[in-house]
DNA sequence: GAGGGTCTGACAAGCGGTTGCCACCCCAGC
DNA sequence: GCTGGGGTGGCAACCGCTTGTCAGACCCTC
């Protein structure tokens, strides 16, 4: 009930003035409760009680340069794959009583060194969703702090990332197991990491199961971005597609209705991930789902673990299991959209 | 156990030694740029290049309490709606070199209040989407610190807010325009001030255009709420229903296409906020579009006003403007599910 | 040449905790 | 009674930067 505004909060100063102790005592009795005699610790936090005191973070963190700050890097916020990821992210945080700062990258490398920069001498670690940065720039990062960095991998910065290879060959499989002989990869931006893992695993699971393969794009890893390339990918007598993630599978789907290919009886359609939208659009999307929460819950538990002292896992990335959920916007390749060319030339490969 | 080397980063003092200066003349050489000599500050500017020096924001905040970061509370990350809007809070921080502090409250006014309390004495200012806490409990936290909250118009703390009223009277013009007589809310939280908002002003405007209204609920504003009640809903003969946001009604829609009613033909369905998934359901939702993004750029941009010193805007609200985006949602008014008992009983009101 | 301004840079006192080190008290143990 | 040691609390030096205050240098002006 004080009429001044700003009343400044009270210090361990107060509090010691207060229970007839020192501040040093004060701070002990907080930090070390051992370290003080139970009489005295009861009658300091009774006095801090008394005045509301709340210890001061920045000043703690000043001399200690614990902040229980993490910082957390994605490339778009609003991209419901991040939405996810910085909602597994914040809880695993939140389990340490530790803070989150987020920010947007705007799916610029520049943009994204710029922030860390600045907001790398305040947190205690980094996660990084989906850089846009050099591999150089992020290994000078994780020199300088503790970083861990997902969807991609790299040999000496721990990261998190999914089983890529395993989701498309199933993917590949689940095509070629309804008579497709011919793939075409919808590619999303060519800084991403994962954008190259994933095509590269398509080519290789195309190759081994005798599928053709076709790449188009880079496109914004949008709808507006799947939206946008349908008409060229349609060009094609193409029977089937997989894109770089859901909302450019979305894309495609909606591209597909527009032209009046019907999916999945003239086109088949695999998106990855997973996220919510996958199964509100119609026909719903097959796609290779990702357990996103998790990813981000298992990168900042692992960044906490560093934080306390645990070596940074060397070597090997965390590879998070996927699963290729089938629903309808696959299904047997379609006579009528198949060209003679394309079908007849596929590679030596068996079927089964 | 660590015996990193971690090289602790230059400080002014070694900047100034290098230089030749006062510790204090560095820190003014970048704080206050007309105050030192122009030679002396080159030569400083050089000296903190070669040492690759940055300064300590934790440092320059204990003593000034500018630490350029806000916190930005949301009830559920991973809401696109949400997403949205942290978008938008994010490039107008970044805009004046603030970072955001993102706490993800998960739908509980307890852990929104403890996260508040814990980040309060670190940011300069607090924006809350949609916050689950009293009144009480804002007007406290106002007073101690700049505080802009969104979906929630209260006299005495600045707010940002969608016209809830103009919005929803253009939907339920709308469905009346299309023959219905009769509309169903379906009701989101009831700790979500917005949802109070809509009900009563679907309520009015349903009164005024001479509509009979039923109210069910309250759900999860998710997609699963909608799902859920669906089936509530269409135990009745609704023709009509508006739900508290997009999520609800892509719920609703497709419950209803599992109970094989068809949607526009025997119900329609008017969402809130129009965000993407709302052009990408089948059919794509008739929707009250929020200026989402822009509402989270706009109270951020007045709480850097208020941490600079601006007066709150006291007594009104920021009202921002809405459209009604008519899309596949809606249609004439169907016979088939009219019940007659709700189809005469129409209250008095005349037809345009 | 003295008095008075304007510039510049240095000094030192914070900001609010943390922590190494020391002093003192008290109680055994010999 | 003296000594040793554990338990407690205080002192003071930071952590890195900001800022009020002041003194010296330099430049005018009369």
Same mark, same amino acid.
């Given at each position: ?61 000043? /001399?200690? /340069? ?20 910085? *909602? ?42 989906? /850089? ?204 009528? *959209? ?15």
């Amino acid at each position: 009930m004080t009429d001044q505004p700003r009343t400044p909060s009270p210090t361990i100063y107060d509090v010691a003035k207060v229970a007839g102790v020192a501040p040093s005592t004060v701070s002990r009795a907080f930090a070390r409760p051992g370290r003080v005699n139970a009489d005295t610790a009861a009658r300091i936090r009774e006095a801090a009680e008394q005045l509301g005191y709340r210890a001061n973070p920045i000043a703690r963190a000043l /001399s200690t /340069s614990k902040t229980r700050m993490i910082a957390l890097m994605v490339s778009d916020v609003s991209n419901p794959f991040y939405s996810e990821l910085i *909602r597994g992210a914040e809880l695993a945080a939140r389990e340490q009583e530790f803070v989150v700062l987020l920010s947007d990258a705007q799916e610029s490398g520049e943009v994204e060194r710029e922030t860390l920069e600045r907001v790398l001498p305040v947190v205690e670690g980094i996660v990084i969703g989906s /850089s846009r940065m050099s591999e150089l720039a992020l290994r000078t990062i994780a020199k300088q702090i503790p970083l861990v960095i997902l969807n991609h991998a790299m040999p000496d910065v721990p990261s998190v990332v999914t089983d890529n290879r395993a989701g498309m060959r199933a993917a590949v499989t689940h095509l070629r197991d309804l008579g497709h002989t011919s793939v075409t990869y919808v590619a999303g931006p060519d800084a991403s990491w994962t954008n190259g893992a994933r095509w590269r695993a398509m080519r290789d699971a195309a190759r081994e199961l005798g599928l053709q393969t076709r790449r188009v794009g880079p496109v914004a890893p949008t709808f507006e971005g799947g939206l946008g390339i349908g008409e060229a990918v349609l060009a094609e007598p193409v029977t089937a597609v997989i894109t770089y993630n859901d909302l450019v599978a979305a894309g495609i789907v909606a591209s597909a209705r527009m032209a009046g290919v019907r999916v999945p009886a003239d086109l088949s359609v695999i998106g990855f991930d997973d996220i919510l939208i996958s199964r509100l659009i119609t026909p719903p999307l097959t796609t290779v789902a990702a357990p996103i929460r998790f990813m981000g819950a298992t990168a900042v538990r692992n960044l906490l673990a560093m934080t306390q002292g645990a070596k940074p896992t060397s070597g090997q990335a965390y590879v998070l299991p996927v699963k290729l959920k089938v629903r309808g916007s696959t299904g047997q390749r379609s006579r009528k *959209r198949t060209s003679p060319a394309l079908g007849t030339t596929s590679v030596s490969g068996s079927a089964s």
